[in-house]
Structure formats: structure tokens, C-alpha cells
């Protein structure tokens, strides 16, 4: 965290949910019961094996040792994460009074775990589903486990990505789909697009349905009023947030929050226990209880601090190349944290720009043929915004300043704009592998998905396109990692033998 460069000395608290005092929400309990536990120890006879750090390699304790110091497991003091009645419980009552939930759990396997327990403590076998079709790789996952009928509904897409789900395609899913049981939306999109979730909220409870978001990407939203609004706020049954994405929490951590009555806690405590170790990372576990103190604390200063960087910097590119930053977005609310920058709109390939940064020891999060993501947080400095300024200066001056033609094609064109419902007994299945050339016609035995940012190419039982291959061939050409192919290099993946 690079305070002294944000220069935020002054508290500034928002708080979304029930008023507390700074006092309290500024605690650390979880953190400080570490602290407390290592003042009393005098010998480890309990796992793990390296002894608060002691046995550690040489190579690994120079940057280990600190932190293996506090790398505990369910003692006296310390709670147990599937159990919790002290510091845990405390931590995680803490959390749901800073994001604005009604109860906040603590996860350690990422918002991929969050969105399995989610799933599974709401679906059943046979239910169906409404799910956007940008879902995270892992929300198709625990569809299967649930063997629910999902409904895919593919947003509208803006050049080479999906924007987000509309009020009006869960309007029309639900009129083909009245006995849904829930509507699954990611909220932001990858790319940042934050959908009408108040709206869709409303329209699923008023037809009885329940509302899980996927907001991996949106944990920092409920800290400053400026910010697009956060699926608690909009009141959503389930929420599940990467704390690591977007706040300075440790990779690997997460929260789920549940709002209302709706919810059947037993299940879902029960699927966490599931699929949640038994072993938990106690310093993941008090990365996030750490990470929400200074939310709290001086969250609201330190974003606006970064945001007033990110919009003079914006202000400046647009002067120079109008639309290279979120060019298209107009009348879209949209997390200000995320840069989609269209490199082909301005003549230059989007991995000719990814190297660009990364010579320049700059590296992104997501970049294709037609543009490179840039994902901001509260933790960069103005120092980092002009160093990419600096490329983009450099690699588009040297282009002339002038805006090119470029082929913006899109996966999600090749998708059907509503599909009917998908199901998941395509495992059971006969399936070959194939030469792309020959797979246009045929049906995908394995989801496709390109990585990141995780979300499918095309789910098991869509069908192969002419364009749909060319769009897979090229992603493979620039370097990029598709899983779910039978040989990436030959060009081979797995179609269902009819």
C-alpha cells in the first residue's frame, strides 16, 4: 500500500450498512488475535510442520518468515472458520457493517468458491436458471454440480467484448422462463459495465425468483459515493466479491454476503463446510479482516485520491485520441477503475500494445486483437499513471494520431442472443477430437473458455461457427490461453459424436 504517495491521513468513513462507531469497525480482531497468540506460545506442537516459520528453506523465509509467524490453525483464541463464535465471527460481523449485508462469510478459495455455495444452496436438480452468458467459468461449474437447466442470455456486445445484462433480456427470460428459481448476473462486467441491478433485482423478486451477483470484481463499490452502486446496496439474495481484486486483500480471498430473508442459511453454511479446506489460511483470513479496517478507516480517501488521478489522466488521452479509453461506454455506468483502451481503433494491434507496456515494465490484465485492459485500485500512484501515459504517447504519436478501421469481431456475435435451455448430460456422452477446419457444424464436447478472464468461449452442447474458429484460432496465434482444447498447438479440440 503506497500510502504516503496518496498522502490520506484523514479518516473518511461511508458506511452502507448500519451505523457504527469508528472505534469498532477500525478494529482488526482476527489480526490482533494472531498478534496476541504469538506473545504466548513458546513451542509448536501442533501443524503446520514449519513451526511459526522456523523451518522454512532459506530461500522461501527471507520473504516468508513475517507472515509464517501468524500461519495458524483452529488454537484456543482463534476461532474456527466453519464454526465461528469469537475473532472470525467478529471479523465477519464487522465485514457485513462495511459492505451493508445482512451476514458476510469469509472464503479463502476466491469468488470461485463463493459462486459454488451460492449456486448449490439455492438450485436444485432440474431447477432452471436465468444466467448471463458472460458468467465466470466457475458459475457454469456449479451449475453442472446443481444439474440445473440454465438459460443463457447473451448481453449485447460493444467491438471485441460483452457489455452487461439489460433490464429487458431478463424481462423476456423470464416470460419464457416463469419457473425459474433464480437470475445469475455478473456485476461489473470484466471490463467494468455495471448493469441496472436495482431493476433486475426488483424484476426477479417480483416473480418469485432469487438473485445471486457475481461481483468479483466490485468489493471496492460500497466505499465511496461516487462509485456505481454495489449488488448489496441493490439488495441481492447472494453477492460474492474477490476481496483480492479490487482492495488490498491477499489473492485467493473473498466474501459472500447474504441480504434478506430469502436465503437458507443451513444449506449455505452447509456447502461452505463442503467446499471450503478444512485447513484454512489464517493469514488469507486476516488479509480480509485487515483489508476491511482500512476500507472503513480511510478507504473513501484513498479512492478518491486514485479516481481524481485516473480522470485527468483519461481527460488528457481523450484529448489526444478521442474514445481510445472506453471508447463506446457512453450512457453506460461504468466502474472508473477499469481502462479498456482500443488500440485497433487508433492502428495499432492490441498485443503490439501489450508488449509495448510489458517492454516498459508495465504489465496488464487482459489484452486480444483489439484492445488491452487496464485494471486501476486504490493502491497505484500517479507515478504508475504516467508511465502509461508515457507508452500510449509514445506508441500512438508514432501512429500519427490517426484513427483506423479495424475488425472489431466479437465471440458474442457468433452466439445466439437468447438460447434455449442448456443441460448437463453431455459428459455421459461420446465425444472425438477434431482439426479446427473441420469442426464448423459441430456441437463442443468441453466448455471452450479463454483465460482470462475465465468466462467460456462457447459451454458443452453450443455449436462450432466458421467465426467462432477463426475467433479461437487467432486467440491461440497472439499467445493466449484457451483451455478446454484437445491440442492447442495442433489446433484440435473435442466435438459430441451425434
Known amino acids: 500500500m503506497a500510502g504516503s504517495e496518496h498522502g490520506a491521513s484523514n479518516p473518511v ?18 489480526l490482533q488475535a494472531l498478534e496476541k497468540f504469538q506473545g504466548v ?9 514449519h513451526k511459526a516459520g522456523r523451518g522454512l528453506s532459506s530461500e522461501f523465509a527471507k520473504y516468508a518468515v513475517p507472515l509464517a509467524r501468524i500461519d495458524a490453525t483452529e488454537l484456543p483464541g482463534l476461532d474456527d472458520l466453519h464454526d465461528p463464535h469469537g475473532v472470525i465471527k467478529e471479523a465477519e460481523r464487522l465485514a457485513a457493517i462495511a459492505w451493508g449485508s445482512d451476514h458476510a462469510f469469509f472464503l479463502i478459495n476466491g469468488s470461485t468458491v463463493g459462486n459454488l455455495v451460492a449456486i448449490m444452496s439455492v438450485v436444485s436438480a ?27 442470455v447473451t448481453p449485447l456486445h460493444i467491438g471485441s467484448l460483452v457489455a452487461a445484462i439489460r433490464p429487458e433480456d431478463v424481462v423476456e427470460a423470464i416470460q419464457a422462463h416463469p419457473e425459474a428459481v433464480a437470475v445469475i448476473i455478473t456485476s461489473p462486467t470484466y471490463h467494468g459495465i455495471v448493469p441496472d441491478l436495482i431493476t433486475i433485482v426488483q424484476l426477479a423478486h417480483d416473480n418469485g425468483m432469487m438473485v445471486i451477483v457475481d461481483e468479483a470484481h466490485g468489493a471496492h463499490l460500497a466505499f465511496h459515493p461516487d462509485l456505481p452502486d454495489s449488488a448489496v446496496s441493490a439488495k441481492a439474495d447472494l453477492v460474492v466479491q474477490s476481496a483480492h481484486k479490487m482492495t488490498a486483500a491477499f489473492t485467493q480471498t473473498a466474501l459472500l454476503h447474504v441480504c434478506g430473508e430469502k436465503v437458507d442459511m443451513e444449506s449455505l453454511r452447509h456447502y461452505l463446510r463442503v467446499f471450503q479446506t478444512s485447513s484454512p489460511s489464517y493469514i488469507l483470513l486476516a488479509s480480509i479482516d485487515a483489508a476491511r479496517a482500512q476500507l472503513v478507516s480511510v478507504g473513501q480517501a484513498l479512492i478518491e485520491q486514485t479516481m481524481s488521478y485516473l480522470q485527468g489522466g483519461k481527460k488528457r488521452l481523450d484529448d489526444s485520441f478521442p474514445g481510445l479509453i472506453n471508447g463506446g461506454f457512453e ?10 483502451v482500443w488500440s485497433a481503433r487508433w492502428g495499432v494491434p492490441g498485443e503490439e500494445l501489450a508488449n509495448a507496456f510489458m517492454q516498459s515494465g508495465v504489465f496488464i490484465e487482459l489484452y486480444d486483437n483489439t484492445h488491452v485492459l487496464l485494471v486501476w485500485s486504490y493502491a497505484n500512484s500517479k507515478r504508475d499513471l504516467e508511465r502509461v ?26 452466439l445466439p442472443r437468447y438460447s434455449s435451455v ?16 473441420e469442426l464448423p457444424g459441430k456441437r463442443a464436447a468441453r466448455a471452450i473458455t479463454l483465460y482470462p ?46
Not at 506460545?41 to 510442520?49: I, R
Not at 450512457?331 to 479498456?340: E, M, R
Open 422 to 437: 442448456l443441460s448437463w448430460d453431455l459428459h455421459t456422452k461420446i465425444k472425438e477430437e477434431a482439426p479446427f477446419a
Open 126 to 152: 432440474g431447477d432452471t436458471v436465468i444466467v448471463g452468458r458472460d458468467a465466470h467459468q466457475s458459475v457454469w461449474h456449479a451449475l453442472e454440480l446443481a444439474r440445473a437447466n440454465a438459460v443463457a
Open 389 to 414: 501515459i508515457r507508452v500510449l504517447d509514445q506508441v500512438f504519436c508514432e501512429k500519427s494520431r490517426v484513427a483506423a478501421t479495424a475488425n472489431l469481431s466479437s465471440w458474442a456475435q457468433e
Open 453 to 498: 478472464p475465465g468466462i467460456p468461449l462457447l459451454l458443452p452442447g453450443e455449436e462450432y461457427t466458421i467465426n467462432m474458429i477463426q475467433y479461437i484460432k487467432k486467440c491461440v496465434a497472439y499467445g493466449l490461453r484457451v483451455d478446454g482444447l484437445a491440442n492447442a498447438e495442433e489446433g484440435r479440440a473435442w466435438f459430441l459424436v451425434e
Open 41 to 49: 506460545e513458546t513451542a509448536s506442537l501442533h501443524v503446520p510442520g
Open 13 to 30: 468513513v461511508r458506511y452502507t450498512g448500519h451505523m457504527d462507531t469508528l472505534y469498532e469497525s477500525s478494529k482488526i480482531p482476527l
Open 331 to 340: 450512457g453506460l455506468v461504468c466502474d472508473p477503475f477499469k481502462w479498456t
